[in-house]
């Protein structure tokens, strides 16, 4: 894999450039309780591009940022999830996963090596466990010029894991970062969101059954 930019892909609060900046230059986001150390390169993306993912979020454990369920993605889903990638370094790319982690950005840290190594995340739809916690799980979703498109998850699946309401400021972060990329309006985001919600969910479960 190539040893300097790499696609990041969002489908949740980073879906807002703001929120993303935290990860980058440190800082808290609005509405959040946790202060970010930020990554040890606080240059902003060199792009970003809308995109709309094979899979589906769904929302799980405790957030120490926003209370309540946090999105993940699962990749072998239906879907499809809106979805924002952000052009960076693998330096950057491994500093935003290892916060997400509730971990210091620190230099060779298991994502960053698991991202250079051309063995590892090699083809599209390839995953790596990185240690054990939330959003351990690299994935990569696809390749945009030449670059690849990668993200991080729970290494659950949907299945696997109850699912946890989200908090109001945590919707509206995503919200924000839908109409910022995506263009959607209040209807849309909306809808989208309601049929990722435990209750919505579990309804859609039981009429599969």
């Known amino acids: 894999m190539s040893t300097g930019q790499v696609w990041?892909?969002?489908?949740?609060?980073?879906?807002?450039?703001?929120?993303?900046?935290?990860y980058l230059a440190g800082g808290r986001p609005e509405g959040g309780r946790r202060t970010y150390p930020g990554a040890r390169d606080t240059t902003p993306p060199a792009d970003s591009v809308a995109l709309t993912l094979p899979g589906r979020i769904y929302f799980a454990q405790q957030s120490a940022t926003w209370g309540g369920g946090m999105a993940f993605y699962d990749h072998r889903r239906p879907g499809p999830t809106p979805a924002r990638a952000y052009l960076v370094t693998v330096e950057q790319f491994a500093d935003i996963a290892m916060q997400e982690m509730d971990r210091e950005p620190t230099p060779l840290s298991a994502v960053e090596k698991a991202v250079l190594d051309p063995s590892v995340l090699a083809a599209d739809d390839a995953f790596h466990q990185c240690g054990v916690g939330l959003y351990s799980r690299l994935l990569r979703v696809g390749t945009r010029d030449g670059s690849p498109i990668l993200t991080f998850t729970a290494p659950h699946d949907i299945d696997e894991v109850p699912h946890v309401a989200p908090t109001p400021p945590y919707l509206a972060m995503i919200g924000a970062g839908l109409t910022e990329s995506h263009a959607w309006g209040p209807a849309a985001i909306a809808d989208y969101l309601d049929a990722c919600q435990p209750a919505k969910m579990s309804e859609m479960t039981a009429r599969k059954r």
Not at 8 to 22: D, F, H, I, K, P
């Open 8 to 22: 990041y892909a969002s489908y949740g609060s980073n879906l807002c450039s703001e929120r993303l900046n935290c």
